[in-house]
């Protein structure tokens, strides 16, 4: 569901010459789906750091017959290795939170869009009131200090001159999301023990637990920001 808001909210031309980045997108998902949304008159450019997710990446696009509107790179979002104004939209899901200069990643997304460009984004995000005790296991589960807030990204969009096109608070999407597939693992467990340690399947459920309860106790957010 998340997906379709995301490319409904970027609205994609259905023309020529719409040039798109997409950020820690390694397997695809967002760019074929921008794509297609533009009648196949998009290109763009899949960047992530790891190699091994664009390899499947490409290996998708080339079975969609997708393969001449796409480009994969392995490169840094905060050292993106394009020329200024590059770029009419910029998107990443489930990624920002995990780039450890947010501020240079953001200078460099600012650097390479042109002028009127999108940036869009979707990422399970704290509370800016939140009980620190009450993140703690998530925060340790995913090995972060933060996970940003709406409200900090605002910030950052105002620093850099942005607009806010759109904001989308999904709250409740967290538990819905987590406590699926929790739900979904626990019914799988011995299906998948096979497959993995038992002691691997513990530790994610245990960590799928520490999401929903912190959903529950509404000390986690999940917005997608458009500016």
């Not at 799988?188 to 245990?206: C, F, G, H, N, Q």
Request: proline letters at 4%; hydrophobic letters at 40%.
């Amino acid at each position: 569901v998340w997906k379709d808001a995301m490319i409904s909210s970027l609205n994609p031309p259905k023309r020529p010459g719409f040039r798109f980045l997409d950020v820690a997108g390694g397997t695809g998902d967002i760019a074929f789906r921008i794509v297609e949304a533009s009648g196949r008159q998009a290109t763009g450019t899949v960047l992530d750091i790891n190699g091994s997710m664009l390899g499947v990446g490409r290996e998708r696009a080339e079975k969609k017959g997708l393969a001449a509107n796409l480009d994969f790179v392995e490169a840094n979002a905060e050292d993106l290795p394009f020329a200024d104004s590059s770029f009419d939209a910029y998107t990443i899901a489930f990624g920002i939170r995990n780039v450890p200069d947010i501020d240079k990643a953001l200078s460099e997304a600012f650097r390479v869009l042109r002028r009127g460009g999108h940036f869009i984004f979707t990422d399970p995000m704290q509370q800016s009131d939140v009980d620190a005790n009450v993140l703690a296991p998530v925060l340790a589960r995913i090995h972060l200090p933060s996970m940003g807030s709406v409200e900090k990204y605002e910030r950052y969009a105002r620093e850099l001159g942005w607009e806010t096109v759109a904001l989308e608070r999904m709250p409740d999407a967290i538990v819905k999301h987590y406590g699926s597939v929790h739900r979904e693992l626990s019914a799988r467990k011995s299906e998948l023990s096979e497959l993995v340690s038992p002691a691997y399947i513990d530790r994610m459920t245990a960590g799928l637990e520490h999401w929903v309860t912190a959903g529950n106790q509404g000390a986690l957010d999940w917005g997608i920001l458009h500016y």
